[in-house]
């Protein structure tokens, strides 16, 4: 899978390097094959301009026999081309098994139109490879790329035919007027990389409009497919059934009553999720709150009193506080490099199983702290700062997470909310605390939002975020609802560690009141 890593897509950048290269080569032998020819041609129509007109030289008169029996068939027949050919094809397939998939177009696809949704992103700015807000220019854009990288019509095209394959026509609609508008500035011309064409996009959007119910815009796209194809049967029976409805029903007109964006699974708390990652972070209303602050601790432990950590308090209820620098550039980099190899895509419980969904993208690897000192002596730091027992049940492996292009964890809790939650296999209760460390920046987006605290927390480098999943009284705390938001530009790593209930019995203790 290429798309749930930016680590994938690194490797996918060296593949397309090797086919550049290919493709290079053959350049510069069909270039060379076609400048001999020219040169042959030049022979001869020099031949025939000058004094080879006449035949009246006998040397002449036996370059003429022997060309017509010999050089034109050498000319003509030369394998060169089809040697070039077969070489750049062999080239193709010694990498064939490191292209991505139809699945990755899709997923990379899918991931655009995340993006498009959450950040609230104008589809024709992205086409122009801008970052701007859908609505109100004013704001601005929320990510500005040294380098512009604008779509052609066929990239758009395949985003609104992956939209469309899912019958999801609200994002098809949007993909496919970009690709509809470009492919007519540029109509007759052709590309040999592209897929779709002018009529295949026509065909498309036609039918999400009519799916949406905006039977007006079907037909006449219907019929400008007509105007580039005439004998298209299909196309012209639509236009009939089309010219029918509006008559039969001439209401139906314009009514859109498709164009909603398709439910996700997470609808109720969709709103807040996105309105939290549009602030990326930035909530200068909180700082106000005098309990929320910034101190150095030392948590009684001897580990720490030559180096307390810096904490930085977030929010009271539910609990969490941002530890800045608890990593150093070295061991992040370190830890990366260690997961790396072992990076399969993360999945999520659902029920009894552990499984891949379309909400949560991204890839992880669990690391013991036998794989390296570097692991046993964050082990210790991450013991020291939450006073917690995290030996081996009591604590899950290290899990080193690399998101994707557009990779993120839709709103979620961290601890079991089924008693039947594979969660439990460990035997030592529901995960009390996480502690999460941000191994890397990010350029934008994928700040980690608390849905219910109304808080997000910008990606700090370095820095390990903590909060406790339950009550003292072992209970879910509901307000620790929370989400990775989708990485719009970037490669996010984090680190969590999870740790459990058993174990911490005397560590942290049931307050005095039974609801606390
Ligand atoms: O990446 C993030 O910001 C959140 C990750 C998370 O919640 C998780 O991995 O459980
Ligand atoms: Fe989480």
């Known amino acids: 899978e290429t798309f749930s890593s930016m680590l994938s897509v690194r490797q996918a950048l060296a593949t397309e390097r090797r086919l550049l290269r290919h493709l290079g080569a053959y350049l510069e032998a069909e270039t060379h094959r076609l400048k001999d020819l020219q040169r042959f041609y030049n022979k001869v129509q020099d031949l025939h301009q000058g004094a080879g007109g006449s035949a009246a030289n006998p040397l002449l008169a036996y370059t003429l026999i022997k060309r017509l029996q010999s050089d034109w068939l050498n000319v003509v027949h030369s394998l060169e081309a089809s040697e070039n050919t077969q070489a750049l094809k062999n080239g193709y397939t010694q990498v064939e098994k490191d292209l991505p998939e139809f699945e990755d177009l899709e997923g990379a696809a899918r991931a655009l139109m995340r993006l498009q949704d959450v950040y609230a992103l104008s589809v024709k700015g992205l086409v122009k490879g801008v970052f701007q807000r859908a609505s109100g220019t004013h704001l601005p854009d929320i990510y500005s790329p040294g380098q512009l990288f604008p779509l052609s ?65 079907a037909l006449s796209l219907s019929r400008e497919f007509l105007h580039y194809d005439p004998s298209n049967k299909r196309i012209a029976r639509n236009v009939l059934k089309y010219e029918r409805f509006l008559v039969e029903s001439p209401e139906r007109a314009t009514a859109e009553v498709g164009l909603q964006r398709p439910n996700v699974t997470h609808l109720q708390t969709r709103d807040l999720y996105e309105e939290l990652c549009q602030t990326l972070g930035s909530q200068p ?64 419980a659902s029920e009894e199983k552990q499984q891949k969904a379309e909400y949560r993208i991204s890839k992880s690897a669990w690391l013991k702290d036998t794989v390296d000192p570097v692991i046993v002596s964050l ?57 999460m460390i941000y191994l890397s920046s990010v350029e934008a987006g994928g700040s980690t939002a608390f849905i219910y605290a109304n808080l997000s927390v910008p990606v700090v480098k370095n820095a390990a975020l903590f909060w406790w999943n339950l009550h003292r009284n072992g209970a879910g705390n509901g307000d620790t609802l929370h989400a990775g938001c989708p990485v719009l530009a970037g490669d996010k790593w984090v680190a969590n560690k999870w740790i459990h209930e058993h174990g911490q019995e005397f560590r942290r203790q049931c307050g005095p009141d039974p609801n606390d």
């Open 153 to 217: 019509a066929d990239d758009c095209f395949l985003v609104g035919k992956v939209a469309y394959d899912m019958e999801d026509y609200y994002h098809s609609i949007a993909w496919l007027e970009e690709a509809v508008s470009l492919f007519r500035v540029s109509y007759g011309e052709w590309n040999t990389e592209d897929e779709g064409s002018l009529e295949d996009a026509l065909d498309h959007l036609a039918f999400s409009y009519f799916k949406a119910g905006n039977v007006s815009h």
């Open 285 to 348: 209303t909180q700082y106000q709150i005098p309990a929320l602050h910034c101190s150095y601790e030392t948590n009684d432990s001897p580990y720490l009193i030559l180096q307390p950590v810096k904490r930085e308090l977030l929010r009271l209820q539910p609990y969490v506080a941002l530890y800045h620098d608890f990593v150093s550039d070295l061991e992040a980099e370190q830890i990366k490099g260690l997961a790396a190899p072992w990076l399969q895509r993360s999945v999520v």
């Open 379 to 435: 082990d210790q730091r991450i013991a020291a700062l939450t006073g917690l027992n995290i030996r081996p049940p009591y604590a899950e492996y290290l899990q080193v997470v690399n998101y994707g292009i557009g990779g993120h964890y839709e709103p979620h809790f961290d601890h079991a909310t089924s008693r039947k939650s594979p969660l439990y296999r460990m035997k030592s209760g529901n995960r009390l605390a996480t502690v």
